[in-house]
């Protein structure tokens, strides 16, 4: 028995503690020089969004879910 599903719509949810990638300069420059240089050239990712102490990945999936479900009009029950 063949089983189908389809994604009909996401969602997505950033914690509030946001990192630039120049405090993270400012953090780890003396200790390894020119890491956070060579990873944001790699990556090109600048910014980095931190969980507070304490919260779990449900927490962070929680709000993205319930956006998801939002934006395709459903409620939990339907999924």
Known sequence: M???GSIVSTGRYLPEIEV???ALRQRFEKSVPGFVDKMEEATAIRTRWYAPDGWSTSDVALPA???AL???GRKPEDV
Request: aromatic share 8%.
């Open 2 to 4: 063949s089983r189908y």
């Open 20 to 22: 630039s990638n120049d």
């Open 65 to 67: 879910a319930r956006q």
């Open 70 to 72: 939002e934006r395709a």
